[in-house]
T-cell receptor, first 111, second 113 residues
């Protein structure tokens, strides 16, 4: 079974803090993704990576950056957290053409 | 830009009933479509992936169909159970050759015992 692990289920941070969300997959997948999910807006892509050190912006990259130094790990960074970044963050991975697999999500609250 | 619509937004059915969930998309040049379920507060679980060359995929009580020309997919759930209560989402790539997926906003299903 594919396993996508997100380091935290719940996270509370203060405005202006730098926040790191970590995601690890165990299936040697080339593609990894970060989405955020908000009520009424659905899932929106923040960034994705198609290989180590390679990344592409999604629909809403502003205020975020990513890092993929190793194939199994994809990190999302909130450079200076703001209250409008309070959301559920979902990491996913897949081999090209195969099903997308998600982690359990990180619910981030920025106060 | 690919747009994905799921109607209805919510559905309640009595246990044992067969039901159909709908997904429509605007750009028919897709190479696959994926169905997911999401339980409250959790991530998404992949249910079925249909390649563009296929018309149907089955897994247990679930059957998904794909009609690219009309931009539609359906997820059929047979003999529904309370454990099927969840939000069901469909997702498609934005046309050909892309790695990303566009998601519908989902149908929240409640199966009443």
């Amino acid at each position: 079974d594919v396993k996508v692990t997100q380091s935290s289920r719940y996270l509370v941070k203060r405005t202006g803090e730098k926040v790191f969300l970590e995601c690890v997959q165990d299936m040697d997948h080339e593609n990894m993704f970060w989405y955020r999910q908000d009520p009424g807006l659905g899932l929106r892509l923040i960034y994705f990576s198609y290989d180590v050190k390679m990344k592409e912006k999604g629909d809403i990259p502003e205020g975020y950056s990513v890092s993929r130094e190793k194939k199994e790990r994809f990190s999302l960074i909130l450079e200076s957290a703001s209250t409008n970044q309070t959301s559920m963050y979902l990491c996913a991975s897949r081999r090209v053409g195969s099903p997308l697999h998600f982690g359990n999500g990180t619910r981030l609250t920025v106060t | 830009k690919q747009e994905v619509t799921q109607i209805p937004a919510a559905l309640s059915v009595p246990e044992g009933e067969n039901l159909v969930l709908n997904c429509s998309f605007t750009d028919s040049a897709i190479y696959n479509l994926q169905w997911f379920r999401q339980d409250p507060g959790k991530g998404l679980t992949s249910l079925l992936l249909i390649q563009s060359s296929q018309r149907e995929q089955t897994s247990g009580r679930l059957n998904a169909s794909l009609d690219k020309s009309s931009g539609r997919s359906t997820l059929y759930i047979a003999a529904s159970q309370p454990g099927d209560s969840a939000t069901y989402l469909c997702a498609v790539p934005p046309g050909t050759g892309a790695n990303n997926l566009f998601f519908g906003t989902g149908t929240r299903l409640t199966v009443i015992p």
